[in-house]
């Protein structure tokens, strides 16, 4: 079935560990990207990766890293968390020459 | 820089009225526009873009470039139709980039 996975679904952390949220696609897709969900401001984009090992920032970058090194994986790396990242994230995926995007489940991180 | 605005953040209506979710946008270029839809307990998934002119569960949106506006309607709204709605913009030339804006979220409850 082709879809999107994230890992974990939920997520409970302390301010200043460090974290990672996994993001895979088996639809070979070039494009992937995360979003971060939050009442009132919509979806908004963290980062995103054209292919494998290009990557290029999204409105609300800071405080996030991403790594491209495979073309199905797309992890978003929290270095030192902070409670105003307690937000549900998405990851989302599509090819080139369309804007349709496959998106994931979510991952709801609470930092305390 | 490209913007997209959704007045409102919650729209109730009853079964069979009309509806109109609201969406204006913002950006120098020739902008492609779509709308997303997220229903309880599912992913965020593309209902339709104005590329296409399609009519996707009797719903339809006309890009207006003179009003920058690409509203959502549907003649008569069924209870199944309760979602959070968003609008999204998407960069010229666009299906290159990665970029894709999103609004701020409608949710749409239709009463019985």
């Known amino acids: 079935e082709a879809q999107v996975t994230q890992n974990p679904r939920y997520l409970i952390t302390v301010t200043g560990k460090k974290l990672t949220v996994t993001c895979s696609q088996n639809?070979?897709?070039?494009?992937m990207s995360w979003y971060r969900q939050d009442p009132g401001l919509g979806l908004r984009q963290i980062y995103y990766?054209?292919?494998?090992?290009?990557?290029d920032k999204g409105d609300v970058p800071e405080g996030y890293k991403v790594s491209r090194k495979e073309k199905r994986n797309f992890p978003l790396i929290l270095e030192s968390p902070s409670p105003n990242q307690t937000s549900l994230y998405f990851c989302?995926?599509?090819?080139?020459?369309?804007?349709?995007?496959?998106f994931g489940p979510g991952t709801r991180l609470t930092v305390t | 820089a490209q913007r997209v605005t959704q007045p409102e953040k919650l729209l109730s209506v009853f079964k069979g009225a009309p509806v109109e979710l609201k969406c204006n946008y913002s950006?120098?270029?020739?902008?492609?526009l779509f709308w997303y839809v997220q229903y309880s307990r599912q992913r965020l998934q593309l209902l339709l873009r104005?590329?296409s002119r399609e009519s996707i569960k009797g719903f339809t949106a006309d890009l207006n470039k003179g009003e920058t506006s690409f509203h959502l309607k549907k003649p008569f709204a069924q209870e199944e139709d309760s979602a959070m709605y968003y609008c999204?913009?998407?960069?010229?030339?666009?299906?290159?980039?990665?970029?894709?804006?999103f609004g701020q979220g409608t949710i749409l409850t239709v009463h019985p």
């Open positions: 639809m070979n897709h070039e494009y």
């Open positions: 950006y120098s270029g020739s902008p492609e």
């Open positions: 990766s054209m292919n494998v090992e290009v990557t």
């Open positions: 104005h590329i």
């Open positions: 989302a995926s599509r090819n080139s020459g369309t804007y349709e995007q496959y």
């Open positions: 999204a913009l998407g960069r010229d030339g666009g299906t290159s980039y990665g970029k894709l804006t």
